[in-house]
Every structure is written in C-alpha cells, then in structure tokens.
Nanobody
Framework: QVQLVESGGGLVQAGGSLRLSCAASGRTFSSYVMNWFRQAPGKEREFVAAISWSGGRTYYADSVKGRFTISRDNAKNTVYLQMNSLKPEDTSVYYC????????????WGQGTQVTVSS
C-alpha cells in the first residue's frame, strides 16, 4: 500500500513559479513510476509528467514541455514538479499517482493540490 500526499499548490501570477511535492508512504516507493496529472473545472484529468523509478527517464505533456520539470528523491520518498513560466491555463488541481509501468495503469492517487495562476 502506498499513500500519496501532495503539497505546494497556491496562487501565483502568470510567469511565476511553483514547486509541487508528493510525499509517499511505504517502503516500495522507489519501485514505482511516479506521475503528475491535473484536472481543471469541467475538464477531464490530463497527464502532465512522469518519471521512472530511477529518475533516468522522464515524460512530459507537450503543453508543459520546457516549462515543467519532474524529479524524485527516493531517499525522501518524494516526487517533485517544478513549474516555471506558469500560464493561466495551468490552473488546475494537480494530482500525483503511482504506477508500476508507464503509461499506467495507476495504482495509487493523492488527494490533489490546487494551483491557480492569475493573469
């Protein structure tokens, strides 16, 4: 069993930056692919980024490529999402998810953290 808790969301102006964190419980964190998704009001949940268990491979949605960076610290059981050059359209609830493979299926989800980008 893995429990995921996101943090780091908030309100930021367009062009600003935020770093999201997702802390995982359980000793098997390092064996999972970790993913970030987001969901805006009235829209479907969409993939944002993923990182392999070792951190050696990363994957990004085209909409965030070059602006967002996913990373992980297996010693701290934490995955991060550094978000730069934020745009109002990045406003969403951001979720982390754990999977045994990329892309999915997804075994565990966090509760989400709100990111709001003002224009």
């Amino acid at each position: 069993q893995v429990q995921l808790v996101e943090s780091g969301g908030g309100l930021v102006q367009a062009g600003g930056s935020l770093r999201l964190s997702c802390a995982a419980s359980g000793r098997t964190f390092s064996s999972y692919v970790m993913n970030w998704f987001r969901q805006a009001p009235g829209k479907e949940r969409e993939f944002v980024a993923a990182i392999s268990w070792s951190g050696g491979r990363t994957y990004y949605a085209d909409s965030v490529k070059g602006r967002f960076t996913i990373s992980r610290d297996n010693a701290k059981n934490t995955v991060y999402l550094q978000m730069n050059s934020l745009k109002p359209e990045d406003t969403s609830v951001y979720y982390c998810a754990a999977s045994q493979h990329y892309p999915g299926p997804y075994d565990y989800w966090g509760q989400g953290t709100q990111v709001t980008v003002s224009s």
